[in-house]
């Protein structure tokens, strides 16, 4: 059966919020410096795994969950995820969402005590680490929207061997001289659109490689689901669809939060939020 590209057969890919679940766990997780050492290494990159491994870290206090479709629940649930500016941030995101998908057993010790208990936990150096991947896209992603195309400018050089990116501290290579990008830019003069783009999708692709899977599902033979392997891979997949316009977040004027309002005509995340706009309108 051949499929044409069209967005049907895209909403069969983004559906797949009906078929991811993931776990929040009971109690509001708190922030501990101490926790011995893992029981199991796995085998993974040593970088990441260093990470993984250093306090303080984010605790899983309650043995109970409950499980709920993140794609299904917002699908601007990216942008949430970038509004976190501290610690007490984390906590709240991990309380409402869940664990970002790094969890490790640690044997954590009781204070005051030489007992200790196996939790949960993940590495606020991870949570970090991984706010700062994303916020550093979504800001180069405001610029194209906005097409502020000076701002977009200063962020990209061109150099002997190519086209870099500069985003903070990082200098990365986009596209070297024999691209195509590279010719147009030399012929055309500066594209930083086009540069920020391949840079963009590029970044996204490579988060989202080895973590969101293409699957049939036993029921639904037919269609095809991208399914993430944990919370940060769909918080990647929103993104993607962000940038290929499938959901479109706005920030709802009542509650300040993130929302896919689905239609372009809806102002508000939900009733409460409308009534709530249309009081202060009246006495405003």
């Given at each position: ?63 109970s969950k409950r499980y709920y ?43 005051g005590t030489d007992q200790s ?168």
């Open positions: 059966m051949k499929h044409s590209f069209t967005r049907p057969f895209l909403r069969n890919l983004v559906d797949s919020y009906y078929a991811f679940f993931w776990p929040i766990y009971g109690g509001r997780p708190i922030v501990t410096a101490k926790a011995r050492r893992k029981f199991a290494t796995p085998a993974v990159d040593r970088k990441m795994e260093d990470m993984d491994h250093r306090p303080p870290f984010l605790v899983c206090r309650g043995s479709a993140p794609l299904r629940k917002n699908p601007a649930m990216h942008r949430i995820f970038c509004d976190i500016t501290d610690n007490k941030g984390i906590i709240e995101f991990a309380s409402k969402y869940g664990m970002l998908g790094f969890t490790r057993s640690f044997r954590v010790r009781k204070r208990t196996l939790m949960l936990t993940e590495s606020m150096a991870r949570w970090k680490y991984e706010l700062a991947e994303m916020k550093r896209l979504v800001y180069l992603w405001e610029l194209v929207k906005s097409k502020r195309l000076s701002l977009l400018g200063a962020h990209l050089d061109r150099e002997d061997d190519g086209i870099y990116v500069a985003l903070g501290k990082r200098k990365e290579l986009i596209a070297d001289n024999s691209s195509a990008l590279a010719r147009k830019w030399d012929r055309e003069g500066e594209q930083p659109v086009e540069a920020a783009l391949q840079y963009l999708t590029a970044s996204i692709n490579k988060k989202v490689t080895g973590s969101v899977f293409p699957t049939v599902l036993p029921s639904y033979q037919k269609q095809i689901y991208l399914l993430p392997g944990n919370l940060l891979a769909a918080m990647w997949l929103m993104f993607l669809w962000e940038v290929i316009g499938e959901v479109r977040p706005r920030r709802c004027p009542g509650c300040n939060e993130w929302f896919d309002p689905k239609r372009s005509t809806r102002i508000t995340c939900g009733d409460r939020c409308r009534k709530r706009k249309s009081r202060q309108n009246t006495n405003s």
